[in-house]
């Protein structure tokens, strides 16, 4: 599975979510400011879309190791997320079930594609997994462990981190499911509270949870069963294995409560009025612990497919192939990557589009280190030497276009 992970690093990849956080990791690194989170001065020059939480390990990697130890940490992250799910597993059916759920969510192309970026998926994952393995343990003391571990899950991505513990949680013993997802719901409500930084309150709880919640944010899916569609989808090669699981649990006793679980976090998921796909995946590593144990019996009398699964993960990315399956690179990277080369580090520079692109801005700012300003046309004056706009761009006379390719002109003056 750690082969597979790395496959995305052999390539160029653009990734809108991951190339922003990136960006503003970098940013914690640099000025120490690890409550009050910025992008740049032209593009979120105060960013709370989501708490600083879940930025803190990539910046860290930043300071003490570089940029380059971002996506390894991220990866460990979905590698202990796979852990945590592989040992529900074989709580229940023992060593082939845990190997199983390891195959099943090893291949899962949205784990190991998005599992070694700096998003808030890998360590959400490792967390509410993780919590949702404490409650659904025998161990009376696995308790705290669980409220910890959701509390950790909450302050990387809020609610959604709250799932595993409380529905694994209330098969076992409601009251103290109750007790631990309110115990675990404190560190962030005291954020919340102290607001560090400001506008804490403001642009993420209100903006985002509960204009989420009540779909005063329009963007994203309305569709109330969009996380069953994300699972029916995105879920391969897992999901014929968990339809298994899912009937066996109607007469083995032992599986019934991670069979619940998996639907009720599906179901909960529900909820929010605005829904991505991203959001889902939260419900992924239990979805492949319970798949892991109905795969357990075919995977035992096939002893050799681990085997064979590991060496075709290990040339897969020893050959390159990813690259072949990954999107074209940017022209930021390619056709333009000549005279972008001569713009100094933190300069800034105009990003030309009749309908903001935030992808070239978070491209500019993680690949060359930019400070993008979004503009609707090229300014005749200004403080701006450089530029990048769309094919199409009214031509001003005091810009003249070096490049072009991609779509997109590079300009100086």
């Known amino acids: 599975m750690a082969a597979l992970l790395a496959v995305p690093w052999r390539t160029h990849v653009d990734d809108l979510d991951a190339q922003m956080y990136l960006v503003i990791a970098r940013n914690i690194a640099r000025t120490g400011h690890w409550f009050d989170l910025s992008f740049g001065p032209g593009?979120?020059?105060?960013?709370?879309?989501?708490?600083?939480?879940?930025?803190?390990?990539?910046?860290?990697?930043?300071?003490?190791?570089?940029?380059?130890?971002?996506?390894?940490?991220?990866?460990?992250?979905?590698?202990?997320?796979?852990?945590?799910?592989?040992?529900?597993?074989?709580?229940?059916?023992?060593?082939?079930?845990?190997?199983?759920?390891?195959?099943?969510?090893?291949?899962?192309?949205?784990?190991?594609?998005?599992?070694?970026?700096?998003?808030?998926?890998?360590?959400?994952?490792?967390?509410?997994?993780?919590?949702?393995?404490?409650?659904?343990?025998?161990?009376?003391?696995?308790?705290?462990?669980?409220?910890?571990?959701?509390?950790?899950?909450?302050?990387?991505?809020?609610?959604?981190?709250?799932?595993?513990?409380?529905?694994?949680?209330?098969?076992?013993?409601?009251l103290k499911a109750a007790v631990a997802v309110g115990a675990a719901m404190l560190p962030a409500v005291v954020f919340l509270i102290a607001d560090p930084g400001g506008g804490w309150r403001e642009h993420y709880f209100r903006g985002q949870v509960l204009g989420s919640a009540s779909g005063l944010r329009t963007d994203g899916i309305a569709l109330w069963w969009f996380p069953f569609a994300v699972v029916a989808g995105r879920f391969w090669p897992g999901l014929p294995f968990t339809l298994a699981g899912l009937w066996q649990a109607r007469r083995v006793v032992r599986l019934r409560p991670l069979a619940f679980t998996c639907i009720a976090v599906t179901a909960l998921l529900c909820l929010p009025a605005r829904?991505?796909?991203?959001?889902?995946?939260?419900?992924?590593?239990?979805?492949?612990?319970?798949?892991?144990?109905?795969?357990?019996?075919?995977?035992?009398?096939?002893?050799?497919?681990?085997?064979?699964?590991?060496?075709?993960?290990?040339?897969?990315?020893a050959s390159n192939l990813g690259a072949r399956i990954m999107r074209a690179p940017c022209p930021f990277s390619t056709s333009l990557a000549a005279p972008l080369d001569e713009v100094p580090p933190r300069s800034p520079i105009l990003v030309v589009a009749k309908v903001p692109d935030d992808a070239a801005v978070a491209e500019l700012a993680a690949e060359r280190d930019l400070d993008p300003f979004p503009a609707a046309e090229l300014p005749p004056e200004g403080p701006y030497h450089f530029a990048v706009a769309r094919e199409g761009t009214k031509p001003v006379a005091s810009w003249n276009v070096r490049a072009r390719g991609g779509g997109w002109l590079f300009l100086q003056r």
């Open 275 to 317: 829904k991505w796909g991203n959001h889902t995946y939260v419900v992924f590593p239990l979805l492949g612990a319970l798949a892991g144990c109905a795969a357990a019996g075919l995977l035992e009398r096939l002893r050799l497919l681990p085997f064979a699964v590991a060496v075709v993960a290990c040339g897969f990315l």
């Open 43 to 174: 593009f979120w020059p105060h960013f709370r879309e989501h708490l600083p939480f879940g930025f803190w390990p990539a910046a860290a990697a930043i300071r003490v190791l570089g940029e380059w130890a971002v996506n390894p940490v991220y990866a460990l992250f979905t590698l202990g997320a796979v852990a945590a799910a592989a040992r529900i597993a074989r709580t229940l059916r023992g060593a082939w079930a845990e190997i199983a759920t390891i195959l099943l969510l090893g291949t899962c192309e949205i784990i190991w594609h998005y599992g070694g970026r700096p998003l808030l998926e890998p360590p959400l994952l490792f967390f509410a997994t993780a919590s949702a393995a404490s409650a659904a343990s025998a161990l009376e003391g696995r308790w705290i462990a669980g409220s910890v571990f959701a509390a950790l899950a909450t302050l990387v991505k809020g609610p959604f981190g709250l799932l595993g513990l409380a529905c694994a949680g209330v098969v076992r013993h409601p």
